[in-house]
């Protein structure tokens, strides 16, 4: 089994944060042969030089895939998350 892990993020709060979350696992779960984990949400405090303070909120997922029992490939994944909001992917 393959995992691959991202975030979701968006500095506009909870509310949009988990829209986005859901969007993205009811896209994925609409791929067969995944399975797929949603951490609660983390909230960020930063200061940016050029902006001053920033809060972000963010949503890291799991996408597991079995080798060689589903159809489904990692580029639909990529599409189904980026349909959504582009992210930065990363294998375990």
Do not use: C, D
Request: net charge positive; proline share 4%.
């Amino acid at each position: 089994m393959r995992t691959m892990t991202f975030e979701t993020i968006t500095g506009q709060g909870v509310t949009q944060i988990e829209k986005q979350a859901s969007q993205i696992e009811s896209s994925l779960k609409s791929l067969p042969g995944l399975e797929v984990k949603r951490m609660p949400y983390i909230v960020y405090h930063f200061t940016e030089p050029s902006v001053g303070k920033v809060t972000q909120w963010r949503i890291r997922f799991y996408v597991s895939k079995p080798r060689g029992r589903t159809r489904t490939t990692w580029n639909q994944v990529y599409e189904a998350v980026n349909s959504v909001k582009a992210a930065v992917y990363k294998f375990l």
